[in-house]
């Protein structure tokens, strides 16, 4: 069974830094795509940011360019999101979400982990 | 940014009888060159993360009851539920995949009437 698990969700003033984690199981890690989709509270679904398997190509919303970096660590089977320069908008869920149908950073979204919560505020 | 608008943005429907949720793209989803849709459809129930119910505009997902199924091609998308569960109470969202980045619907809230 594929599994995802989020961690390091936490209070974080604005201009603050954090880093989420993803840890993935019950499938072939290295070589999936993986991303990350935000959910605003009182809002929808966003796009976030998205990493390939093998090639490792990073994508992401014009929203965090230069701000969120995605990454992974095939070794440990596990997705990172670093976030820096938080700002109150950013404040989410945070879920990880194996990609298929993988081309040029899109692809649907299956399955999604239970999500960690990110509170940017003073 | 392909805008993705659904309709309506939430309904209520009796127990047993049809539901449907409309999607519209600004853009076309369809790829002329293998003649697919690039649209999928999620559930999402309180307190839960997404659940991926059909990909390709009309592919169902292993283990999703047959009472849903996605139509349309094109512009226009249309996820029917045919006869409304309880456990069927949820947001939905539309989502393409089409060109980057990838962008979803607002959301339909699915209640029991």
């Known amino acids: 069974e594929v599994q995802l698990l989020e961690s390091g969700g936490d209070l974080v003033q604005p201009g603050g830094s954090l880093r989420l984690s993803c840890a993935g199981s019950?499938?072939?890690?290295?070589?999936?795509?993986m991303g990350w989709v935000r959910r605003a509270p009182g809002k929808g679904l966003e796009w976030v940011s998205a990493i390939s398997g093998g090639d490792r190509d990073t994508y992401h919303a014009d929203s965090v360019k230069g701000r969120f970096t995605i990454s992974r660590d095939n070794s440990k089977n596990t997705l990172y999101l670093q976030m820096s320069s938080l700002r109150v908008e950013d404040t989410a869920i945070y879920y990880c979400a194996k990609m298929e149908g993988f081309w040029g950073g899109k692809g649907w979204f299956d399955p999604w982990g239970q999500g960690t919560l990110v509170t940017v505020s003073s | 940014d392909i805008v993705m608008t659904q309709s309506p943005d939430s309904l209520a429907v009796s127990l047993g009888e049809r539901a449907t949720i409309n999607c519209k793209s600004s853009?076309?989803?369809?790829?002329?060159?293998?003649?697919?849709?690039?649209l999928a459809w999620y559930q999402q129930k309180p307190g839960q993360p997404p659940k991926l119910l059909i990909h390709w505009a009309s592919t169902r997902e292993s283990g999703v009851p047959d009472r849903f199924s996605g139509s349309g091609s094109g512009t226009d998308f249309t996820l029917t539920i045919s006869s409304l569960q309880a456990e069927d109470v949820a947001v939905y969202y539309c989502?393409?995949?089409?060109?980057?980045?990838?962008?979803f619907g607002q959301g339909t809230r699915l209640e029991i009437k």
């Open positions: 853009q076309s989803l369809l790829f002329r060159s293998n003649n697919m849709n690039y």
């Open positions: 019950g499938f072939t890690f290295s070589s999936s795509a």
């Open positions: 989502q393409q995949y089409y060109d980057p980045p990838s962008t």
